[in-house]
């Protein structure tokens, strides 16, 4: 490590590496950041993730003042219920959430692509794009060298993996670190939100998050996302005066074609979708979805339907093998790249902007001369892998996720359907167990534990 502080070499521009570039750029540490795809604009970076306290403050605390701000301004409408419901519309719970008035304390929801253009800002001269890792090397005198698919190379004191799932860092690294298919399957679709399609949906539901219990084992999860300018990118009248102000000079904006929709994903085992669910696309992959949920309400049938086919995505839902620690050194890892969670309440997310937040703070000790950099990365990984791996088991646990929950065996699942749909239903109807549910609804997006 050089006089002037270590060169941090992020692989990966998704949201915990940008994150974490972010905070190094505030404390005057040398980043840089390396991104497979070819554009800013490039990627599965479109749909919803519900950014809870845990990500809220990580983000505080790595991003300048005034790009905090902008964050804050360029979510969607805040969610004011967590509903459940069953595939024909009918309220088995309803339970309201916290005002969006409180800059961290509450539930935001965020697009991918627009939270990525966020944490882009500032960063334009440090992010190289179309640089695919293919290894590193770790050298005698305690740098590395990370080499890419287009021949050229980059140096640096440490190497940080925030590649994502299929890390190609971990790969090397760790090998026996490995994920395994959780054994459900998702659909994801995008609806744009007309009024037409706002009118086939309850009030609750339009203003909230909805998971949908269906019979069969066939789940959901339904939300509306509405944000300060129009489908022709115009900012909407009324807004904040500060947030237009912030908006208007976020040069962001011109790199987002994030559009006020209608998120609905179904999932449900991986036996319920054909052998070749995941080469189906566009409206094949939407009729598809049509014949899973043939008994479900109309109007949740008509938003399928209606859904862009260019959004339509099968998703094989994946999930981390928990791993021992192991000796740390000039490479480390952050978010999926090291625990890959299954999808659902934002918990990768979260947790990989908690890493961002904590690998940062002890980057800043190192920078000091307080302490070396192996040991601010030994530090960060001792609190990083037991928090991590136990998001893990919690994200695999809840609202099947899991191809062996119970809700998919033959018999069972319709008694495990209705005991979570009464569990719903008596929490909701309890104030004191209301407000613990509402209360967990926040702090189990990777809260300290």
Not at 63 to 81: G, K, V
Not at 248 to 271: F, M, Q, Y
Request: proline residues 6%; hydrophobic residues 40%.
């Amino acid at each position: 490590m050089s006089a002037s502080g270590p060169h941090v070499l992020v692989i990966g521009a998704g949201t915990g590496g940008l994150c974490l570039a972010q905070g190094l750029r505030r404390a005057g540490i040398s980043v840089s950041v390396h991104e497979r795809y070819r554009t800013r604009g490039e990627g599965l970076l479109g749909y919803r993730v519900g950014i809870g306290p845990t990500g809220s403050r990580a983000l505080r605390e790595c991003l300048p003042p005034e790009l905090f701000r902008t964050y804050l301004a360029t979510c969607a409408r805040s969610p004011r219920y967590f509903n459940v419901i069953t595939q024909r519309m009918r309220q088995t719970a309803s339970f309201p959430l916290r005002p969006d008035t409180d800059p961290v304390n509450t539930e935001r929801s965020v697009a991918r692509m627009t939270l990525r253009q966020v944490l882009l800002t500032g960063l334009e001269d440090v992010v190289h794009f179309d640089k695919a890792l293919t290894r590193y090397e770790q050298r005698d005198d305690g740098t590395v060298t990370a080499y890419f698919a287009d021949g050229s190379n980059a140096d640096g004191d440490l190497l940080v993996a925030a590649d994502g799932t299929h890390s190609a860092v971990r790969r090397q690294y760790l090998p026996h670190a490995v994920t395994r298919d959780a054994g459900t399957i998702n659909i994801a679709t995008r609806i744009p939100l007309t009024e037409e399609v706002r009118a086939l949906l309850p009030e609750r539901v339009e203003k909230g998050i909805s998971l949908i219990f269906g019979t069969g084992g066939m789940m959901g999860v339904l939300h509306v996302m509405e944000f300060p300018w129009d489908r022709d990118g115009t900012l909407k009248p009324g807004l904040d005066p500060a947030d237009a102000a912030l908006l208007e000079a976020w040069p962001g904006r011109a790199h987002d074609n994030t559009r006020d929709n209608v998120n609905l994903v179904i999932w449900s085992t991986a036996r319920r979708f054909p052998s070749d669910v995941m080469h189906r696309r566009g409206e094949e992959l939407i009729g598809l979805a049509l014949h899973l949920t043939r008994n479900w309400h109309p109007h949740l049938r008509h938003l399928l339907a209606h859904a862009d086919p260019g959004s339509a995505l099968p998703i094989k839902v994946a999930t981390s093998e928990p791993v021992p620690p192991w000796k740390s050194s000039t490479v480390t890892l952050l978010g999926d790249a090291i625990h890959t969670m299954t999808p659902g309440r934002g918990v990768g997310a979260n947790t990989a902007l908690r890493d961002a937040a904590g690998l940062c703070r002890q980057l800043r000790l190192a920078a000091a001369g307080e302490k070396t950099l192996v040991q601010a990365v030994a530090d960060y990984e001792a609190v990083m892998v037991p928090y991590g791996f136990a998001r893990v088991a919690d994200s695999l646990n809840r609202s099947g996720t899991s191809g062996d929950d119970r809700m998919y065996k033959p018999v069972v699942g319709r008694l495990a359907l209705l005991g979570a749909r009464g569990y719903f239903g008596v929490t909701s109807r309890v104030p004191r167990l209301a407000r613990r549910f509402v209360d967990d609804f926040y702090t189990y997006r990777g809260e300290e534990d």
